[in-house]
């Protein structure tokens, strides 16, 4: 009934383009690791045991993994849409540092979206008597790349009939976003549906090969908008999603990628030796993804913990507390950091963050442009995500490649959040 702008910034904003070049080579080197995690139980397990116990989520989603493997997977082609996302860290003698924040393996949004808003700043900065700077931005299509990724998954599905499902929330707040990727899709002639975990549960069925099917019609991908919170499920979605799972159909992500992308797998990959476990044989591209990690810490269960957790309570100010979750808005600074820290720090409930370093990034001036909210000029930071995507048949790997990037910007009193939780508005990188 009422539809609203995406809120954006007035003008690009300035992004080193080292860096940025740095971003985009290291893209497939993460599409790689996360397809490779998603395919090791034994690292899942291991990576996750401390979390399971403390955090019923992830426990819930673990089980479901378990139990498709047990089953045998009837899946056979693998989509994968991520977003690595980066912040611009200003070390100690002032050079920025690419330094990724997380990796978004579920739901990855905003492609849709920022592949308009490069044209925006375009046309402003021509206003302002720019033309100039306006040819220098940079073409950005993202809802094409996913779009291709979605495509080439479809099909190698198999079927010419089969349609792609938009698993979407209850109320869709990002429906544009997601009409762009969708459009994309009716433009190659490809059927989409748009459904919720409800409409699974009332008409969603599986025949005796596992292929699923909704209303009758055959589902080739299911490409999940939702169900990365505890609160996306009740008992009847937990139901729903268990279906999904055990079917043919390719999902967008399969359980195991989503687990790839929770905040303690993010820990465990900095361990000295980890990657080059899940690597094997690609020194260069360990060495790539290596670069990128800012500090991590274990708070598990022993005396390292205990430390890590005393060395926090002292010098919050240093650090970012983060639980198992998506979706922006959840991370803990400073006092309230300390504040938990202390209640939760002799307790097994701690294994359910992690801690890392807090990226100190250069700000700069710039217009945040709102609904209902005044124009006044803001000290901003920006944060860097590249969308990647990687289909996978079998053990080959079919596609793998960076398809586009996003750039979000917030006013520095907020410490956390991005576009969907109200803090972060869409912006354009201006290369420097």
Not at 280 to 299: C, D
Not at 368 to 384: D, K, M, N, T
Not at 416 to 428: E, I, S
Request: with cysteine; glycine share 8%.
């Amino acid at each position: 009934q009422v539809v609203n702008y995406a809120p954006f910034t007035l003008l690009p904003s300035a992004v080193p383009s080292a860096l940025f070049e740095q971003a985009y080579a290291v893209q497939q080197d993460f599409n790689l690791l996360v397809d490779a995690i998603s395919q090791n139980k034994e690292f899942l397990e291991h990576t996750l045991a401390s979390t399971i116990k403390v955090d019923d989520f992830t426990a819930r989603l673990f089980r479901i993994h378990l139990q498709v493997l047990e089953e045998g997977l009837a899946q056979s082609v693998f989509l994968g849409i991520n977003r690595s996302d980066y912040m611009f860290d200003c070390g100690v003698d002032g050079t920025p540092a690419l330094k990724q924040i997380e990796i978004n393996t579920i739901a990855a949004s905003f492609g849709g979206l920022t592949s308009r808003t490069a044209a925006v700043h375009g046309q402003v900065l021509k206003v302002l008597g720019k033309s100039k700077e306006a040819s220098h931005l940079l073409p950005n299509n993202p809802s094409k790349g996913l779009a291709l990724g979605i495509a080439k998954a479809w099909e190698l599905y198999g079927s010419q009939s089969a349609v792609v499902m938009f698993l979407v929330e209850e109320v869709q707040r990002n429906i544009f976003d997601q009409r762009c990727v969708e459009n994309e899709l009716w433009n190659r002639n490809i059927r989409v549906i748009r459904k919720r975990f409800r409409d699974v549960f009332d008409k969603g069925s599986l025949d005796d090969a596992k292929r699923l099917y909704m209303d009758g019609q055959e589902v080739a991908v299911v490409y999940y908008r939702e169900g990365y919170v505890p609160k996306n499920y009740d008992q009847q979605n937990w139901e729903a999603r268990l279906l999904l799972e055990r079917s043919r159909a390719v999902k967008c992500p399969d359980i195991a990628t989503q687990l790839a992308g929770t905040k303690k797998v993010q820990q465990e990959l900095s361990r000295p030796g980890t990657l080059e476990r899940l690597l094997p044989g690609r020194a260069e591209a360990v060495a790539r993804i290596r670069a990128t990690f800012a500090g991590l810490y274990s708070l598990d269960v022993g005396e390292e913990g205990d430390k890590i957790a005393a060395m926090a309570i002292a010098d919050p100010d240093r650090f970012v507390l983060k639980p198992q979750r998506e979706g922006g808005g959840n991370n803990l600074y400073g006092e309230e950091l300390r504040q938990v820290l202390e209640k939760i720090k002799d307790s097994p409930e701690r294994t359910s963050y992690i801690l890392m370093d807090k990226i100190k990034p250069q700000p700069a001036m710039n217009y945040l442009l709102r609904a209902y909210s005044p124009l006044q000029v803001s000290e901003c930071i920006s944060e860097l995500g590249i969308f990647g995507v990687y289909v996978r048949q079998g053990k080959e790997m079919v596609m793998n490649k960076a398809a586009g990037h996003l750039l979000r910007t917030k006013a520095i009193e907020h410490a956390d959040g991005g576009v969907a939780a109200g803090v972060a508005v869409l912006d354009t990188p201006y290369l420097v």
